[in-house]
């Protein structure tokens, strides 16, 4: 059988519908996809190029931005792809355009930045963005709200009792779990059909999207641009018990 001898830009484009000029900026700006050239200069694209654009392709199609996912290897974009996938299958259900889908936010940082969001009502409404553990324990029961959405930079086997306790706490319908990291045995361990599962960054339509809300047409591209992330992912215990988990957990690191 003749071995494939790659792909020109031209021919990339019509397979991905990405056009040749966005392809010379990600490789010149981000090196996302750097294909060999031929004897004359001329780009030459492989197999696992193609897939590799096509997975863009897809995310950005969710809302993501290509900044947040140029130094991302192949494996974490197909692990984002199928984040969005568990998402679009675990909508909140439709409120026929009439009410809206009420949201609780505890965490260290999406609360803060969420807060500019916070007189949308129009849009979604926050029953309440917590800091405080505390404040949200005495507060969160009375609330009921559709969605609770949990920020963990890190999510290790001592968390999961405290996640399932806080959403049953809670009343919710449904939770969101936004972390940073974690390993496939504690992920197991949260696998439910009400939990839904992200690794961060999130932004604010990406929750209108789980609440099953359209994201209106003139969102301001400043914030479509904008990603969630924390500044910090572990503390200083968290970061001891890491320095002690076996080498052989299968894990997601970033």
Not at 223 to 240: K, V
Request: net charge neutral.
């Amino acid at each position: 059988m003749k071995k494939n001898s790659g792909y020109r830009i031209s021919t990339v484009s019509k397979l991905t519908g990405i056009s040749s000029e966005t392809l010379r900026i990600w490789e010149h700006r981000y090196s996302i996809v750097r294909p060999e050239r031929s004897a004359s200069g001329v780009r030459i694209y492989n197999d696992k190029d193609i897939q590799h654009l096509s997975l863009l392709k897809q995310l950005i199609a969710h809302g993501d931005s290509i900044g947040n996912l140029a130094e991302l290897s192949f494996s974490q974009l197909e692990q984002r792809l199928k984040n969005f996938t568990n998402i679009e299958q675990s909508k909140l259900p439709g409120n026929n355009g009439r009410s809206f889908s009420s949201v609780c936010v505890l965490g260290t940082t999406l609360p803060l930045l969420l807060k500019k969001y916070y007189e949308q009502q129009d849009l979604i409404k926050f029953t309440g963005l917590y800091t405080d553990d505390s404040e949200f324990e005495s507060k969160v029961h009375d609330e009921s709200p559709d969605l609770l959405i949990m920020e963990y930079p890190t999510i290790l086997d001592d968390d999961v009792s405290q996640i399932k306790q806080r959403y049953r706490h809670s009343n919710a319908n449904q939770l969101l779990v936004v972390y940073g990291f974690s390993n496939s045995t504690t992920l197991k361990k949260l696998d439910h059909k009400d939990i839904i599962l992200f690794q961060g960054p999130i932004d604010f339509y990406q929750i209108l999207n789980i609440c099953n809300i359209p994201v209106p047409a003139d969102r301001d591209s400043e914030d479509s641009n904008t990603r969630f992330f924390s500044p910090r992912r572990f503390t200083d215990q968290q970061l001891s018990k890491l320095s002690m988990m076996e080498t052989s957990v299968k894990c997601e690191c970033p």
